[in-house]
């Protein structure tokens, strides 16, 4: 797996990664860090092992460091979704607990009463403009403002304390599903099958099956063929490539089952699908490592905050999804 999230060219405070990303798709991944999201507008659709959750407009949600998840718009334009990753190593001299720390309740929004939600959306909201703006002594403000989000969190979201063993065995399982996914990323264009993989990690093929399932949510043809899935939208969005040569391109073996996927997923043929959405996708986004998202830069979002997206949600009362 490639970390795009993690290389952000304006990165400039130790352990925090803070940027907005207008986002179409992005493919399964995880983090070793704690990531908080809010999203500016539209809708995502979020995807893990155990839940699909849609957020809309003002609804916050949480990651847990090791937590595969993969997001796709809800909508045939991008979202804009605000990202705060946070490394528990920021607090390791005082509150080394953190590391051990996994959040039961991902959904923030629907975790909160409306005092909690304003009090979140404040500190949030505090530490975007600190970081956008970086005004003078902004490092120290970010930083304070970091604390008192976790001290936030874990006096108002449950969570649970884990092991020292069961967090060294989910950092393995982490380092694992990153060598595996990167791999399939790399290669689902290509006849690309489960024994290949196995081999690869000296595993079963029945051993890496249920792996894959448990940690993903989803079997490995399914997660291969989501990835081609998502590869063939872009093409049929942004070229005129005949269907044939998309399936190939994409690494399907028949178009009956690009043509099926379509079908299940949006309701539409091919051909009405490229005429109904056919440059929809902004041409400035990225497609980075079979995303499609493009990470705003630091003007960017300072143009973007002048509209005070995040001023407005500290009186409007707590979304629900």
């Not at 590391?99 to 939600?117: M, R």
């Not at 304003?118 to 970086?134: G, M």
């Not at 005949?242 to 994409?250: A, G, H, N, Q």
């Amino acid at each position: 797996m490639k970390n795009e999230y993690e290389i952000i060219p304006h990165t400039s405070l130790s352990h925090v990664n803070i940027f907005i990303v207008n986002l179409s798709y992005r493919t399964a991944h995880l983090h070793s860090s704690f990531e908080i999201c809010y999203v500016l507008s539209g809708a995502v659709k979020v995807l893990t092992k155990s839940d699909t959750q849609v957020y809309r407009k003002n609804q916050f949600f949480i990651f847990n460091p090791g937590m595969v998840h993969e997001i796709k718009s809800e909508e045939a334009e991008s979202s804009m979704v605000l990202s705060i990753q946070i490394s528990s190593r920021f607090c390791r001299s005082y509150f080394p607990t953190l590391k051990n720390i996994e959040f039961t309740d991902t959904n923030l929004s629907q975790s909160l009463d409306l005092y909690g939600y304003q009090k979140l959306s404040q500190i949030i909201n505090n530490i975007a403009i600190s970081y956008f703006y970086q005004k003078p002594f902004y490092e120290l403000n970010c930083m304070g403002q970091i604390n008192e989000l976790f001290c936030f969190l874990l006096n108002h979201i449950s969570y649970q304390v884990l092991s020292e063993d069961t967090q060294k065995i989910q950092v393995a399982k982490m380092d694992r599903l990153n060598r595996m996914i990167e791999y399939i990323d790399d290669h689902f264009t290509e006849k690309l099958s489960l024994l290949d993989l196995a081999k690869k990690e000296a595993l079963s093929s029945s051993y890496l099956s249920h792996f894959i399932s448990e940690n993903l949510g989803m079997s490995y043809q399914q997660y291969v063929n989501s990835l081609r899935f998502e590869k063939a939208i872009i093409l049929l969005q942004d070229t005129q490539m005949p269907i044939l040569d998309i399936c190939f391109e994409c690494g399907f073996s028949d178009p009956k089952y690009l043509k099926k996927m379509m079908n299940l997923r949006f309701g539409l043929n091919t051909k009405d699908f490229r005429e109904k959405f056919s440059q929809k996708m902004s041409p400035e986004n990225k497609i980075q490592n079979n995303s499609r998202q493009r990470i705003l830069s630091m003007e960017e979002s300072k143009r973007w905050f002048s509209n005070d997206p995040l001023q407005s949600i500290c009186t409007v009362s707590c979304p629900r999804t």
